[in-house]
């Protein structure tokens, strides 16, 4: 039965919904005391997993269920905020008709980041991931509600063709919808009555760890959690757009070392030896020789003490970011003390709240209930075979070819980690060029 879920999820081409796209299928694979769903949703404004919840929990838990028995777990934990009380108010209801004992729910706090997957661990099960870990290594698997969903279509032989996101910021109805994947941003900003600003911005992901977007020719992908409108010069994009050499320089100069990004650093407050107030000073030349350099790998680039914590406006994310490439291209790897991990005593106190977050970042004005607007559809995609960690799929079409929705497009190749491709629309195959798949209806 195991070996036949993993497969399933493998011919699907379940990725990893809310992060970098790990196949799910390798994930599967673990044996694990607990499985958590991460619904915290955490990124200021995306609302796509609280709907999923609320609307298809039953799918959700299907996916679960696959999930608990293909990794041996005792126990699934749905993990979701109180804020987002439709949301919570299905899950309960639908976990009290469980019959198994298996499933269970954990409300969370309303802080950010508390859908990290080594923070919800630390929330939720009181245990510490080891330093550069994963959460396999205390007995634990976290999977996106999202890719839950996935999985339970997966075992019904439905490959993945579609994906649910938010679109928020200054566009004309702000939505969460399901568009099948390769869909073009413009398209997808068109089907929620566009920009309502003449200069604009689109971040791909939350404000917090999403990326702007260089234009809108752009598609959408699996891992496509968001699409925030913003003017030019808002505080998230201004940060996201300035050259990397020019933060590092800004951030050398301006920091006055008041610890203030350490104070509040997550993944400090866990008990990790992360100190981002030190890699400010650590000089480029001195970045492979020092042992404080090495502290970079340990950070999750989540922003909160570039985006909350320093008065000065810098950016420790982004140096860290820096500092992490060098070490990674020369093969650095982090060496743990072994000593214990102990959580900062004000650790709960120094969580950063959401609402706190939206104000700093200038977003209260966008801040409400995406209301769901429905299943877009389109005569055009772009699939790109690359969507997901390891190895981009190989494609197994040719120009011309017709094909239905749901036919595989894109093949895992020969030994490699990957992810199936699968055509997300009927229609023929117009063109195959730069690692994507376009396909007209
Ligand atoms: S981005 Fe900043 S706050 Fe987040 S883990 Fe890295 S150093 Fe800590
Ligand atoms: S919070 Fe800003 S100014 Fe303070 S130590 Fe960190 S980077 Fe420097």
């Not at 997993?49 to 959700?60: G, Q």
């Not at 994963?134 to 839950?148: D, R, Y």
């Not at 260089?214 to 996201?240: C, E, F, N, R």
Request: hydrophobic share 40%; aromatic share 2%; net charge neutral.
């Amino acid at each position: 039965m195991r070996e036949q879920i993993i497969e399933k999820i493998q011919q699907s081409g379940v990725v990893g919904a809310g992060g970098a796209g790990l196949p799910t299928h390798v994930k599967a694979t673990a044996n694990v005391d607990t499985v958590l769903v991460n619904g915290a949703s955490c990124e200021p404004l995306l609302m796509s997993d609280p709907y999923l919840m609320e609307a298809e929990i039953d799918t959700v838990i299907r996916g679960l269920d696959a999930v608990l028995d293909c990794t041996g777990a005792s126990k699934g934990i749905i993990c979701l905020k109180g804020k987002h009380k439709e949301a919570l108010a299905t899950v309960q209801q639908a976990v009290s008709k469980d019959t198994s004992g298996r499933l269970a729910v954990y409300e969370l706090k309303d802080f950010y980041p508390a859908g990290d997957e080594q923070v919800l661990v630390h929330e939720v099960l009181g245990k510490t991931v080891p330093e550069r870990g994963i959460p396999l290594q205390v007995g634990a698997v976290v999977s996106n509600v999202e890719s839950l969903y996935n999985i339970a279509h997966a075992m019904e032989g439905k490959p993945v063709t579609h994906r649910y996101l938010t679109v928020s910021g200054d566009i004309q109805n702000p939505m969460v919808l399901k568009v099948p994947v390769g869909t073009l941003v413009s398209d997808v900003l068109a089907f929620a009555g566009g920009p309502t600003i003449p200069e604009y911005r689109v971040v791909d992901g939350g404000p917090m760890m999403g990326r702007v977007l260089a234009d809108t020719d752009q598609p959408i992908t699996k891992t496509t959690s968001g699409l925030l409108v913003l003017p030019p010069d808002h505080t998230v994009v201004a940060g996201k757009i300035m050259a990397p050499e020019k933060i590092r320089r800004i951030t050398n100069t301006i920091c006055c070392q008041c610890t203030r990004c350490t104070d509040l650093c997550p993944r400090n407050l866990m008990g990790h030896s992360l100190h981002p107030h030190k890699l400010m000073r650590v000089l480029d030349s001195q970045v492979l020789e020092s042992a404080i350099a090495r502290e970079a790998l340990l950070c999750s680039e989540c922003g909160i003490c570039e985006k909350f914590a320093c008065p000065m406006m810098v950016s420790p994310r982004e140096v860290n970011a820096q500092i992490k490439k060098v070490l990674m291209s020369e093969g650095v790897t982090w060496e743990a003390s072994g000593a214990p991990l102990k959580s900062h005593p004000f650790r709960s106190t120094r969580a950063v709240p959401t609402s706190r977050l939206i104000q700093r970042l200038n977003l209260a004005k966008y801040n409400g209930h995406a209301g769901y607007g429905g299943e877009m559809s389109c005569t055009r995609v772009v699939l790109p075979l690359g969507q997901h960690i390891g190895a981009p799929a190989l494609c197994s079409v040719s120009v011309g070819d017709k094909v239905s929705q749901g036919d595989l497009i894109g093949e895992i190749p020969e030994g490699a980690m990957g992810a199936r491709v699968h055509a997300s629309i009927g229609g023929v195959v117009e063109a195959i060029e730069d690692g994507k798949v376009t396909i007209s209806a």
